[in-house]
């Protein structure tokens, strides 16, 4: 069993930034990659952000890139995902997600929704024009 717990979300202003954290427990985090993925109201969720178990590789939805970064810190079991230069389209509900089927996988184990084995229960981020 795996607990994933995010924090960070809030409202900010258009052009703000944000750092959202997900702590993970109940499993050796350090083995698995992890992702963000977002969901706007009326919209189905979507992929964010992976990071690979290791922290050495990384994939972001072409929405994000330049925007956002995504890192983790295995000695804290966190994941963390940095959101700059934020626009409206931004506000949704972010979930923090693993796969737990490979040990030492690479970020397309969490690239699809259908993949994972884990979600928090996310946490909201409102971006204001």
């Known amino acids: 069993q795996v607990q994933l717990v995010e924090s960070g979300g809030g409202l900010v202003q258009a052009g703000g930034s944000l750092r959202l954290s997900c702590a993970a427990s109940g499993r050796t985090f350090s083995m698995y990659p992890m992702g963000w993925f977002r969901q706007a109201p009326g919209k189905e969720r979507e992929f964010v952000a992976a990071?690979?178990?290791?922290?050495?590789?990384?994939t972001y939805a072409d929405f994000v890139k330049g925007r956002f970064t995504i890192s983790r810190d295995n000695a804290k079991n966190t994941v963390y995902l940095q959101m700059n230069s934020l626009t409206p389209e931004d506000t949704a509900v972010y979930y923090c997600?693993?796969?737990?089927?490979?040990?030492?996988?690479?970020?397309?184990?969490?690239?699809?929704?259908?993949?994972?084995?884990?979600w928090g229960k996310g946490t909201l981020v409102t971006v204001s024009s």
């Open positions: 990071v690979s178990w290791g922290g050495g590789g990384t």
């Open positions: 997600a693993t796969s737990v089927n490979e040990r030492y996988g690479g970020t397309s184990r969490v690239r699809y929704s259908s993949d994972i084995d884990y």
